[in-house]
């Protein structure tokens, strides 16, 4: 259960790096084909469904937004874990 929590923890914050490295990346080069490189991304998982029981509604989904920015800070996060942990 320790390891799963931990590659939990290292693809949240190795994404919310990624989010930064993007933005970053997006203000220095604005327009291009790096911008374009680094935008491109794919959706995968459950997308929002609505179950109603006229007494109760319930809306449940789950979306991953991969682009490379994401994968990169992600990466990142996981060489850093590992020389933390050994």
Avoid: C, R
Wanted: proline share 2%; net charge positive; no cysteine.
């Amino acid at each position: 259960m320790k390891n799963v929590l931990h590659v939990i923890v290292v693809v949240v914050v190795g994404s919310l790096l990624g989010l930064f490295i993007g933005k970053l990346l997006n203000m220095w080069f604005p327009v291009g084909q790096l911008n374009a490189l680094i935008n491109t991304g794919i959706n995968t998982g459950l997308h929002p469904t609505t179950v109603d029981l006229n007494l109760v509604e319930f809306t449940a989904g789950l979306v991953f937004k991969f682009n490379i920015s994401s994968i990169i800070g992600i990466f990142l996060s996981a060489v850093v874990y590992k020389q933390l942990v050994k």
